[in-house]
Nanobody
Framework: QVQLVESGGGLVQPGGSLRLSCAAS????????MGWYRQAPGKQRELVAE???????NYADSVKGRFTISRDNAKNTVYLQMNSLKPEDTAVYYC???????????????WGQGTQVTVSS
């Protein structure tokens, strides 16, 4: 089994910063891409940022220039540094990982439990 555990959410004022972390653990053979998604009330879950095992990144247009995704392959951890936060960034943020576990023939998507980010004055 593989688990993804997020941390770092909270309440922040507009213009502030937060850093999210997501650690993968369990019977991991290899991790391909990891990413962050978010879901605001009444809206569909959307991709925020993703990063491949080689470090290639992709961002939603709404967060380009403000958010930075990074990963520590040795720790099986992905980070999301969020700067210049806006009220519209308020959502539950979910970590995602495309992971091949020991004994499996194919990688599958795993999800964290989500962490709330609220941007409000």
């Amino acid at each position: 089994q593989v688990q993804l555990v997020e941390s770092g959410g909270g309440l922040v004022q507009p213009g502030g910063s937060l850093r999210l972390s997501c650690a993968a653990s369990g019977s991991i053979f290899s991790i391909y891409a990891m990413g962050w998604y978010r879901q605001a009330p009444g809206k569909q879950r959307e991709l925020v940022a993703e990063i491949t095992s080689g470090g290639k990144t992709n961002y939603a247009d709404s967060v380009k220039g403000r958010f930075t995704i990074s990963r520590d392959n040795a720790k099986n951890t992905v980070y999301l540094q969020m700067n210049s936060l806006k009220p519209e960034d308020t959502a539950v943020y979910y970590c995602n990982g495309a992971i091949l576990s020991h004994g499996s023939r194919h990688g599958i998507d795993y999800w964290g439990q989500g962490t709330q980010v609220t941007v409000s004055s």
